[in-house]
């Protein structure tokens, strides 16, 4: 025989001489035409903190009752599981409407946060590129000055080329003379 502790200092009782309490998981879990608990109003367990046992009061509010739907068979109506499945379908839909918002403003939210990010790196890109910018200009206008002066010596080593030319073919002529 099944038996359950009827309190923490020891004593136990029969199980089925227990009294049947509705419990949370009975109110919460309960179909809608399963017939109520035996009690109208459950049973609440409070613990005494001198004894460690626990005593047992009526709650402040009486919880409510389902009548069963059909006396005979206690199964629950068609209109009732209509009713249900219609409540859980509404329940279901307001959840996504409100899931597409939530994903609405986090995208708007996003969008704004990006925009921002994108802004400061730009800013700071284009900063980059005038500090960047004068260095460069210096280093270019430096880089032409040397072309051109590697120009002016190309110019003029093509001239003395020439000149050393007409002094070599001069120089040659009066010997073979």
Known sequence: METRS???????????QEPRSATKDDTMFKHPGEPAAN????VQETPTSETGSISYSEPAIPVP???PTTAESGMPTREMLNQSAQNLVDDINSKRKRDAALLTDFKKALEVQV??????LESSMYKT??????LMQEKLQELFAVLDRVAKLETEL???????????TD???????
């Open 39 to 42: 009690r109208e109003t459950p």
């Open 129 to 134: 590129y005038e500090t960047t910018g004068e």
């Open 171 to 177: 120089v040659q002529v009066p010997q073979k003379q």
């Open 65 to 67: 009752t389902v009548e």
């Open 115 to 120: 925009g921002n990010s994108c802004g400061l």
């Open 158 to 168: 093509k001239q003395f080329r020439q000149a050393l030319g007409m002094l070599y």
């Open 6 to 16: 009827a309190s923490a200092k020891g004593g136990t009782v029969p199980a089925s």
